[in-house]
Structure formats: C-alpha cells, structure tokens
C-alpha cells in the first residue's frame, strides 16, 4: 500500500491508523452535535459525546494518554451511527476520524475475545452454508420452545445474565426460499447479504418482485460478506479481504448493485475509500462502489407498470441511520410508503436517532443499547401505529426487541415487503 508522506493514514510501526490532526481541530466544541448522540443523551456524560470523543482522540494523538486507559472505552462505547456528522454545522468528518480510531481500540482487545470476532467475522459471515445451517437450527430452538428458557449456568451469574440480554436479540427466524439463480442478461444485480438473507429473506424476495414489476430483470450473483461488521470492529484486513472478493465476483456483471441491507450498502458505497490509497485495487474499488444503490432508490427512480398498490394500515417509519446519515437516502424509502393507497404515514419523533443496535453493539454493550432502545419505544408507542417500517436487519430486529419487551403489538417490517404486500393486496382484490 502505498502512501505518501503528506498522508497521516498509515503509521510505518504496526500498520495502525494515525489520528489526522487536521480532522480533529476541525471540531470547534459547539455542542450542536449534542441533541443527535444517543450516547450522550442516554448517559448525559460529556466523555460519550462526539465532541468529548474527539477530545479525547487529541489527547491520545498527543500522547496525553494511551489506548489502553480506562477513558478509551468511551470511544468504544460509540455507536457509529452518524447523527453528529448530519447534525454538525462546521463538517467535521467523524466517520473518517472514526475509521482511523477503531484499528487501535481493535488492538487493545484481549487476545482470545478478539479472536474470536475475528474468526466470526472471516469464516463464520462469508460461509452461507453454515449460516443457513445456524438459521435451521435457530428456527428448529424456536419450535421447542427452547429459545424461551431462561439461560442459567451455575457458578456464573455475569454470563447468565448477558446470555438472557443476548436472548432478547434473537428474532423469530422464518423459513428461507433460495433466492432465484443468476441471468446473463440483467438490469439489476441484488446484494442479498450474510445476515440480510437469513434472518430477512423475504425482503430480498419482495426486491426481486418489485423490480420486476418494473420490466427490470434481476440477477443474483455469487457473493460474500459486506465486511462491515469486521470494519466497524477495526479488523480491517478482513474487511478489505471480502471487499476484494465481492469487487471480483461483480465486475462481470452490468448495471446498478441493489441493497437492502443499509448497513450493506453503506460498506459497499465506501469501498472507494477503503482502498483510497491502494494503487491496484483503489479504482477498481471505486467502479463498484459507483454502482451502489439502496433498493429503494433503485425502486424510487422506475415506474411501476401496475398501477398504485394498497394496504389499509397505519405505519411509522424508523430511518435507519447507515441510511440517512451515511448513504445520505431520506426520500426514496418515504416515497415508497407514501405511494401505498389506503395506507396512513405518521410521523414518527426523533425518527433519524439511532435505535441502538449498530451491527454487534447490542451484543457488546446490551445496557447502553436498550436504554437507547427504550426512548425509541417510547416515541413509536406515541404513534400509535400497529407497523413499524425501517431498511436495515440490524434495526429490524432491534425494534422486534423492543416491541417483545413493551409486549407491543407491532409489526415491524422492510419496506419494501410492506410494499410488495401492498402489490399482491390489490391482485386479490
């Protein structure tokens, strides 16, 4: 990789990010970004802001402190969601400064935990057939009953008290259909992801069905893993490995990348940057992050030759903040909605905040997650609305928690399955 001198990226010890000086001094401590941190407003401690953050990051640059003192695990404890980056009047890019700290807390991590992760995130996420096998079983759980029972291991309370938090997660995982094989001959290639497919394969279905209501033909190519989970845990070789195999499985294809996952599409959108200062890989990176696209704006900007759907139902929507805050999608997703005859749109408060669950954050740090959690609750439960709309698994199963947890009569959805329902209502009408 090369990089030159003038580009603080890459220390020459290690392999670790440098913090860019000019990225940080960005910040003018305003405060603005304050009221869009879930963090912060969960905690109210200056040290969980962006801002104290960033102070903090200073601090470490300047050798003020180290990676491993205690005050670090306030830079873990951020989500990454992005709503101070929207929020900030002055640009500050968060994300990059984000980017650059998280191989160093990465490394900091004790041995066998890290491995772990890393062996989750390179062999479990990319192996499709053992993720259907753990979805099989999941399901085979929930049959039994099983996944009812309280975990409890003798001579280890800690443990048994975060496996019942970890049990809150698990969503109802229904039967997967195998997506459609790939044509030579498509407008339109789907990313389906790791997650995405299993635990929301009927999302994927309902992209499929909706683009074709649109003359467009869709493919399904081979592929693999995002790579965001192991980029927003600082592992970043493993990141760059499956974009690298993603970027390979895709150049024989044409036309935009439709993505259902925004968590997906927002890694895949950014493989420009990951390989920005890599001279082989750096434009061909770039080529398939341009063609990108959140399924939602791919639908948004066609026309439907079926005329208007219908569904008679009351829905909020809950915009997904690798969505809104990262692929910069707000009106595409609420396009859709609102095309839905007979359906009622209600504005849902603090709509663009996080719901806390970031990728792995509700397994790493459940009690700041289900307090951020529970002021998003609050608000969906003011609607009262009956279904919850929101385009990343992640949220998915987040708010499938927090309605579980209220004991909420709640759907929550994708769009576009409220979408395709709303097509296949109007045919048996």
Sequence with gaps: MNVSNSESYLASAGGLPLLDKDLLSACIH???????????????????????RIYLLNMLRQGQIQSSDESMKHIDSCLGCMGCQTACPSGVKYEKILNQARPILAAKRSGAGRNLLRVFFSRVLPDYMLLKMLGALARLAQWLKLTTLRPSI????????????WQIFLPYVPPRRDLPASSSKTDVQLFAGCVMDILYNAANHAAIRLLNRQGRAVGVPLQTCCGALAAHSGEID??????KQNIEMFEGTTGAIAVTSAGCGAMLKEY??????????????????????????????????EGSPCLD???????????????????????LLNMIEGAQLVPLE???????????????????SLSILERKM??????????????????????????????????????????????????IN
């Excluded at 443990?159 to 019942?164: Q, T, V």
């Excluded at 493993?238 to 974009?243: P, Q, S």
């Excluded at 910069?328 to 609420?334: D, F, G, T």
């Design 30 to 52: 305003c405060g603005l970004c304050l009221p869009a941190c879930p963090t912060y407003l969960a905690s109210g401690l200056e040290s969980e802001s962006p801002r104290g």
């Design 154 to 165: 003798p001579f280890a309370p800690a443990l048994s008290k975060r496996l019942a938090q």
């Design 238 to 243: 493993i990141a760059r490995t499956l974009a």
């Design 272 to 305: 420009g940057e990951l390989f920005e200062h890599d001279e082989v890989w750096r434009n061909r990176a770039a080529a398939f992050s341009a063609r990108v696209l959140d399924a939602t704006e791919v639908l948004a900007g066609g026309e439907f030759k």
């Design 313 to 335: 139902e009351k829905i909020a929507y809950h915009a997904a903040c690798h969505l809104v805050h990262v692929q910069k999608v707000r009106e595409a997703p609420v396009k």
């Design 350 to 368: 603090e709509q663009e905040h996080c719901c806390g669950s970031a990728g792995i954050y509700n397994l790493v740090n459940p009690e700041t």
């Design 378 to 427: 609050k608000y969906i439960e003011e609607t009262g609305v009956e279904c919850i709309a929101t385009a990343n698994p992640g949220c998915l199963l987040q708010l499938e928690a927090g309605a579980k947890i209220r004991g909420l009569k709640l759907r929550v959805v994708h769009p576009l399955v409220l979408l395709d329902e709303a097509f296949e209502q109007k045919k």
